[in-house]
């Protein structure tokens, strides 16, 4: 199966620091998503992002968060200030187009606020 | 707005035994729906993708079903094994656009064990 690669697995960061998530898509997939999983509770999209913009965003993706492919390869979510409510797991996801076909996901980043 | 359940939230049951998971969902415009398997603290495994137009998918002991117009579908395990122990989650991806239909809109999940 093809593979997403997601780093760090865990972070651990002060509350009101900047975090960046990193995310190494699938060759050829060129659709990308982030989703979060708060402990305990449902599995829920962020954001989409294609041809070097924002498709779409959930009413979560404020504008503490923001996405980027810096060097045209990675795809990176940075959260700009955290709060303890942002600990949670997070997903890169990738598809080869944006509706018919499998969505594959990373193994997650868990990030702990403190 | 698309909301998935997931029945049941628990399962426990003997190796071997056939089961059945089951998902619905509130709005029947959908693309499809995936099925998936989470480990604990671990990412998402695809399973499964049906599209609207299907019935059925099958790999290997899994088989999935879709019924678009009733909102359900059920993942079949045959001759379940200790290995399949996971939480099972499905997700639609809805058939419009805009207020976060781009992305997968998942289910709570079904967690089950597999006794040896």
């Known amino acids: 199966e093809p593979e997403v690669t997601q780093t760090p697995s865990h972070q651990v960061t002060q509350m009101g620091q900047e975090v960046i998530l990193r995310c190494v898509p699938i060759?050829?997939?060129?659709?990308f998503y982030w989703y979060r999983q708060i402990l305990g509770q449902k599995v829920e999209f962020l954001v989409s992002?294609?041809?070097?913009?924002?498709?779409?965003k959930s009413e979560i993706f404020d504008d503490q968060f923001s996405v980027e492919r810096p060097d045209g390869s990675n795809f990176t979510l940075k959260i700009r200030s955290t709060k303890l409510e942002d600990s949670a797991m997070y997903f890169c996801a990738n598809r080869v187009d944006r509706v018919s076909t499998e969505a594959f996901f990373g193994q997650g980043t868990r990030l702990t606020v403190v | 707005k698309q909301e998935v359940t997931q029945i049941p939230a628990a399962l426990s049951v003997p190796e071997g035994e056939n089961l059945v998971l089951n998902c619905s969902f509130t709005?029947?415009?959908?693309?499809?729906l995936q099925w998936f398997r989470q480990d604990p603290g671990k990412g998402l495994t695809s399973l499964l993708l049906?599209?609207?137009?299907?019935r059925e998918q099958t790999s290997g002991r899994l088989n999935a079903s879709l019924d678009k117009s009733s909102g359900r579908s059920t993942l079949y395990i045959a001759a379940s094994q200790p290995g399949d122990s996971a939480t099972y989650l499905c997700a639609v991806r809805p058939g419009y656009s805009g207020g976060g239909a781009d992305g997968l809109t998942f289910g709570k999940g079904t967690h089950l064990i597999i006794q040896p």
């Open positions: 060759s050829n997939h060129l659709y």
């Open positions: 049906i599209q609207s137009s299907q």
């Open positions: 992002f294609y041809n070097n913009e924002i498709s779409e």
């Open positions: 709005d029947s415009a959908i693309y499809n």
